[in-house]
């Protein structure tokens, strides 16, 4: 049995993985991610008018960085070890700049809040309610934007994935035993796990939903998926199992007939990389276009605005039933691949 985690901006997807269960019978659980429930305990203590110490790992940022900011507006102290300030950025000189103050040893009286992605206990603690073990291996997907105080992170969070496209594009390559230096929320996570004992693999969110998108029934190679995420948008063109070229910009800066004229774009060949990052997303790139597109997978929590004013016609993947579990069965696959030998490309 292993456990496969999908950590999101405002959930973790987590799904417990037997070969011997069919897919609709395997445990699952939507529950909050750990940067909500971080921001949770800041703003609490907001509300009690008490200084805070973040300590642990460098984990994602999102409501967690924002309720740090709201908590030094309304007056209070943060305090925070190294590790944990990266949290909110990969400068440590600008969280200082903004009140943060960087410490090991915080003043008596502060609320201690814990960081990190994954919560171990916690997990453990659920799961023993209803009589099930933790399992000794673990899959999880994070989105990383690379860790990069002098150079864009958007510029060294492509490289990493335009380096898995080169080497081949297979699912394997996109797995990490050991995740790279640049990508530091992901080490952050193997650093915790291993050090926990567990046996683990690392993976970006965007890539493990486009492989997860692929389980889906009415799924035809070649395809386009489509990750329409809270943050991210990613594209990807798959065939033969492997993704021969993609795209990511921010769902931010997108509507529908900007997204359907990238698609187009992107479908044909003709999508720069420039004309993605120098538009503030990313990048894009293409090893090779199949000539047909033969099915068109979305998903992703801000999927329905584009279903709903696009002439594409789209199928909203729902793998082994069940659309909120795309990225872990994308980590499943990953996991899988492994006995095969195609996993374990990067990271070595």
């Known amino acids: 049995m292993m ?17 011997d269960v069919e897919p609709e019978g395997l445990y699952k659980m939507i529950m909050p991610s750990q940067t909500v429930i971080v921001a949770r305990r800041i703003r609490k203590a907001t509300e009690q008018g008490k200084d805070v ?23 209070f102290r943060v305090y925070a070890t190294t590790d944990a300030a990266l949290s909110i950025h990969d400068n440590i000189q600008r969280v200082s700049s903004m009140g943060v103050v960087i410490t090991e040893d915080p003043p008596e009286g502060c609320v201690e809040i814990r960081t990190g992605d994954i919560d171990l206990m916690a997990l453990r603690s659920a799961l023993i309610s209803f009589n099930v073990d933790l399992p000794e291996a673990i899959a999880v997907a994070v989105q990383d934007h690379g860790f990069s105080p002098k150079r864009s992170n958007r510029a060294t969070r492509f490289d990493i994935m335009r380096r898995s496209l080169k080497n081949g594009g297979r699912i394997g390559d996109f797995a990490h035993r ?31 939903a486009v492989f997860g998108a692929l389980e889906d029934p009415d799924c035809r190679l070649p395809a386009l998926v489509l990750n329409i995420g809270n943050g991210h948008t990613i594209g990807a063109l798959v065939d033969d199992q492997r993704i021969t070229a993609i795209f990511e910009h921010h769902t931010s800066a997108l509507d529908p007939p900007k997204l359907n004229s990238i698609v187009e774009r992107f479908c044909a060949g003709k999508l720069t990389n420039s004309e993605i990052f120098d538009d503030g997303g990313h990048g894009a790139h293409i090893e090779c276009v199949p000539g047909e597109v033969r099915s068109i997978l979305v998903t ?29 069965v994308g980590l499943v696959r990953a996991w899988r691949s492994w006995g095969d030998g195609d996993g374990d490309r990067q990271g070595r």
């Open 53 to 75: 110490f973040l300590h642990g790992y460098t984990m994602g940022g999102g409501p967690m960085a924002a309720a740090v900011k709201n908590h030094i507006a309304s007056g």
């Open 178 to 208: 050991e995740p790279p230096e640049a990508l530091s929320r992901m080490r952050a996570v193997w650093r915790y796990l291993r050090d926990q004992g567990m046996d683990v693999m690392l993976m970006d969110t965007g890539p493990a």
């Open 300 to 328: 992703g929590p801000r999927r329905g605005g584009f279903v709903s004013r696009t002439k594409m016609k789209l199928i909203q993947a729902a793998p082994w039933g069940d659309m909120m579990i795309t990225g872990c």
């Open 3 to 19: 456990m496969a985690i999908d950590v999101g901006a405002g959930t973790q997807d987590i799904l417990l993985y037997r070969e």
